[in-house]
């Protein structure tokens, strides 16, 4: 839907949004809450989503690890920029228990909505 008032547009729709899925293997403290942790990822802007893939948390006696689904939707750049942003965030995230993080270049894809 498009409204024009006196030859200027004032309101235009978007496009059709981009979302996109990556999995990312993390390293966390044992003593943490990995509920908390997810919640602080979903918060980092352009992330829809932040789920663990089914059975793939192992727990040692000082670690867990876990991989994540992570879709989000980069806004006006590309996918290989909006991850360097949020390897960046991510980076910061060491003081809440997040020990080390992997994303998986091959899991990139693109969701149709």
């Known amino acids: 839907m498009k409204i024009t008032i006196r030859s200027k547009l004032v309101l235009s ?3 059709k949004a981009h979302i996109y899925e990556i999995h ?3 390293k966390m403290n044992k003593a943490i809450n990995r509920e908390n942790l997810k919640t602080d990822i979903r918060a980092i802007s352009g992330i829809t989503t932040v789920t ?3 059975e793939s948390e192992n727990i040692t ?6 991989t994540l689904k ?3 939707q980069p806004y006006q750049v590309s996918p290989g920029d909006f991850l360097r942003k949020v390897t960046e965030s ?3 995230f060491s003081g809440k228990g997040l020990v080390s993080f992997n994303f ?6 693109r969701i149709e909505i």
């Not at 006696?61 to 876990?66: E, F, G, L, P, T």
């Not at 998986?104 to 894809?109: D, E, H, Q």
């Open 24 to 26: 990312c293997r993390v």
């Open 61 to 66: 006696d000082v670690y867990a690890y876990q």
């Open 13 to 15: 729709e978007q496009q």
């Open 104 to 109: 998986f270049p091959g899991t990139l894809k």
């Open 70 to 72: 992570i879709k989000f």
């Open 90 to 92: 991510l980076r910061k």
């Open 52 to 54: 663990i893939v089914p």
